[in-house]
């Protein structure tokens, strides 16, 4: 299977889970179960599950640039000067200790 494949496999299957949560949003009121106890349950369920796996498209769609990266602060800074990185920084050095250590239970301190 090729990457694509697995892109496009991923996609059907949020859109499945989108359809199935629109249909039991859709099914509570066609079935006017309204807002008592099983109708609320329904409609909680449906948009937790249709708005986890939308977020999740929504994922996978910027991960594969169908929907553009918004750059605010590309566009803003192409005015100015590009800031110089930083220098790394030495870790600084650990003095070894004179004691001797022991690897025994017990023993030492």
Same mark, same amino acid.
């Given at each position: 299977?090729?990457?694509?494949?697995?892109?496009?496999?991923?996609?059907?299957?949020?859109?499945?889970?989108?359809?199935? #949560?629109?249909?039991?949003?859709?099914?509570?009121?066609?079935?006017?179960?309204?807002?008592?106890?099983?109708?609320?349950?329904?409609?909680?369920?449906?948009?937790?599950?249709?708005?986890?796996?939308?977020? !999740?498209?929504? #994922?996978?769609?910027?991960?594969?640039?169908?929907?553009? !990266?918004?750059?605010?602060?590309? !566009?803003?800074?192409?005015?100015?000067?590009?800031?110089?990185? !930083?220098?790394?920084?030495?870790?600084?050095?650990?003095?070894? #200790?004179?004691?001797?250590?022991?690897?025994?239970?017990?023993?030492?301190?």
């Amino acid at each position: 299977m090729t990457k694509t494949q697995g892109v496009l496999g991923l996609v059907g299957i949020c859109l499945l889970v989108l359809v199935l #949560s629109a249909a039991g949003l859709a099914s509570d009121f066609l079935t006017r179960l309204g807002l008592d106890l099983d109708g609320l349950l329904l409609i909680l369920c449906s948009l937790l599950l249709g708005l986890l796996f939308l977020i !999740a498209l929504f #994922s996978i769609a910027m991960d594969q640039g169908w929907i553009p !990266a918004r750059h605010k602060k590309e !566009a803003a800074a192409a005015g100015a000067p590009a800031p110089k990185p !930083a220098a790394p920084r030495a870790a600084p050095v650990k003095p070894q #200790s004179e004691e001797a250590v022991s690897v025994r239970p017990g023993e030492g301190k």
